[in-house]
Each structure stands twice: as C-alpha cells, then as structure tokens.
C-alpha cells in the first residue's frame, strides 16, 4: 500500500512500475482521485484557542486514516508492505493496524530555518521564535513515523542530513522515480495560447515551477531577465507556475509574487515576449521542456523538484543553483550548469552564453539525460524498493 495525502503524489510513477514487476500496489488518499481506497478527508472544526491547530489537524487526520485502516483489516486487506509519506500525520497509528506489514516512512525533510530561506535567501531577515516553534512542532509526525517505521526513505542525501544525525543510519537515500520522457527531436513545438508556436532550436528561457515564489528562485530568475532580452531580443522567456504563496512567507501583492515581480520589473521587460503561463498540462511541460534552449531551476535548500529530473530528461541544457539537493544531480560543466541562486548578473550571464553557441552545450544536455535515465529512471527505482522490501522482511 502507498499512502499520501494527495495519492499519488511523489508515487506517481513508482505504482506502475511496481505493478510491472508483478506486485498488487493500491494506493490510499485523502479522497478519490483512481486509486482503490481514500479515507474521505474532511478538516476538522477545531476550537479557539488550540496552542497549534496544524498538529491538532494531523492528529484527527491519523485517527481518520487508522478508522480506514481498521475497516480494511475487518475485510481482509492485509499488506506485505505499507509506504507513506509522513509529513501529514497518516502513518501514526499504522504500526498497530498492521504489525506483520513492512512500514516504510517517507519523512522527506526536517524542518528548519535554512530549508525556507533564512541564512540563504539575502532578501529574508531571521525567522522569529514563533515560527521557530512551529517548524518543531511541524516535526513531530516525522519524528514518530522514524520510531515506528522499519526503515525511511528519502529521495537526497541533502534530506536525509536535515534529520538529527543520530537518526541518519534508519534512512535510505532512494529517489521514487520518474517516467523517462521521449527525448528531444527537430520538429518538437509547442503553441502557446494567444501567442507564437515555438519549435525547437528557437531561442527560448523556460523556467517552471508549481508556484511561481522565491523558494523556487523566481525572483532571482525575474531579475535576470531584462539583460538577457535586452542583449538578445531575438529571445522569449516562458514561466510556467501558480500564483500561491507556495511554501514560503506570501506576497503583499494581490496578484502574489508574479504581480509583484512584473510590477517591480515591467518597465524593463519587453512584456511582449515574456510569457507567464498558469500550470500546463503534464505533456505540454515536456514539450516545452524539449524545445527549451536553456531551462532556468533555481531553488532554496530544500526538497528535490521532479520538473528538474523532467527537464534533464527531456533534453534540457539546465542551468541550476550552486545548492543542495540541486548539485547532488548537476554537476556544473559535466551535465548542465551551476550558478549562485543570489546573482541574477551572474545568471544572465550564463544564459546569454549558451544562447550564443546552444551546440557547445549539447553534450552537457545530452549527459543531463543520460544521468536522469542511470539515477532517477522509475523501473531502477522500483527495484530499489522492491530490494529493500524483501531485505526488511527478512529482518523482521
């Protein structure tokens, strides 16, 4: 059984390839969305005055996730093994529902100020105590799944280090995988609504990213901008992202980090040819990837973007922040290109190079696929899993 809160999540493409393996994977969510079973999530109405109404939410949550659980014993399920990711409360009571299971936790970070920024990002100052606070107990549910668990799982080496280093020998560093995607070809193109069709080997930015915030370097990449297009106006920009406040602090714009980004910078963009796009269809962001001239992914220290994996293995020249998870995958001049999240001068640099002899850098995009298809490709992931599986229950 795979458990996340909005199954499938991060196993996405580790359920079919363990399928293709031969194993009978179900997966458990908060509410239906294909997979066989969801626990019918409704949040809870809580009281004034809860000391954390976060942690309170995750408790309920647990309790309506072992109800489900129990209900499924009462009917005969009974997994030889239950992954999930922890980091919403649902694996607290898992180890008492099914005992005779493998339990593997997928905690994937441990919070702390570096993670969102502070000591990082030059724009923030330093969190305060109360958010200090938060953040510990925001950490409680991943504490006790690694108590419970026979073994955790996560997909960096920089995660597993954010976790106290006496507890480090419990994980695997394991990425889920992804879906190799075809690889780039000469007639890749891409329409973009009301604008230009872009066809491969046109000089095009691309920069994606779930929300478009600060975690993910989007300002950073925003004030690069203007002297890329200015010194090459044969040039587009396409970001690809969701206007919420994502993971960090929100914006007091009312149109969030995009509109106070191009509310900052407008006046020095050729508007015309930078294209802000809401969140594309899963196949027309590897089109896009594949058509790229130079992928922009930035990020603060913190957990590892599939759209990075997807845009190396679509092809992608990357040019990425100097950081980690990002160098664990980029090694700068090898397999794509590495600059410091906090210098758009030197960003703009480096794209206004590749921009000016794209061939010089496709042998670093051609190793950024090859390293997606040896390290992160789901059929390698899935036996990994199923490796670890079998070796816990032996231990058992």
């Keep these: 059984m795979l458990i996340h809160q909005n199954h499938p999540g991060q196993f996405r493409d580790l359920t079919p390839a363990l399928e293709r393996r031969g194993h009978r994977v179900l997966g458990l969510g908060a509410s239906p969305r294909g997979q066989r079973f969801d626990y019918a999530w409704q949040p809870p109405a809580l009281p004034e005055g809860l000391a954390d109404p976060q942690l309170e939410t995750h408790l309920h949550r647990a309790a309506r996730v072992q109800e489900r659980c129990l209900q499924l014993r009462e009917e005969g399920y009974r997994p030889e093994a239950v992954i999930g990711h922890s980091g919403w409360g649902e694996l607290l009571y898992l180890r008492d529902v099914w005992p005779e299971a493998v339990l593997i936790a997928y905690p994937e970070l441990y919070a702390a100020p570096l993670l969102l920024g502070y000591g990082f990002d030059a724009d923030l100052g330093a969190p305060s105590h109360a958010l200090r606070a938060q953040w510990r107990r925001g950490n409680l549910m991943g504490l006790a799944a690694v108590a419970d668990a026979d073994a955790c799982v996560v997909p960096t080496r920089f995660a597993r280090d954010t976790f106290p280093e006496h507890l480090r020998s419990r994980f695997h560093v394991l990425h889920e995988g992804i879906a190799l995607p075809p690889a780039a070809t000469g007639s890749t193109s891409l329409r973009l609504e009301g604008g230009p069709t872009l066809v491969k080997g046109d000089p095009v930015i691309t920069f994606a990213s779930r929300n478009l915030e600060p975690l ?27 206007t919420g406040n994502g993971y960090g602090a929100p914006s007091s714009h009312p149109e969030g980090h995009k509109g106070e980004l191009l509310a900052l910078l407008g006046h020095r963009l050729p508007l015309e040819r930078v294209h802000v796009l809401p969140p594309l269809a899963h196949r027309d962001l590897l089109a896009l990837f594949r058509l790229s001239a130079v992928h922009v992914h930035l990020s603060y220290p913190y ?19 100097a950081n980690p998870p990002i160098n664990e995958v980029i090694q700068h001049g090898h397999n794509g290109l590495l600059v410091p999240f906090n210098d758009p001068d030197q960003l703009a640099a480096t794209l206004l190079n590749v921009l000016a002899d794209p061939p010089a850098y496709a042998a670093l995009a051609a190793a950024g696929r090859a390293t997606v298809a040896a390290r992160y490709e789901v059929n390698r992931a899935a036996e990994a899993f199923e490796a670890l599986i079998f070796s816990l229950r032996l231990l058992r």
């Design 216 to 242: 993910r370097g989007f300002r950073s990449v925003m004030r690069a901008l203007p002297a890329v297009l200015a010194a090459r106006p044969d040039s587009r920009a396409v970001i690809v992202g969701g």
């Design 303 to 321: 957990a590892l973007s599939w759209s990075l994996l997807e845009a190396m293995a679509s092809g992608a020249l990357v040019v990425g922040s």
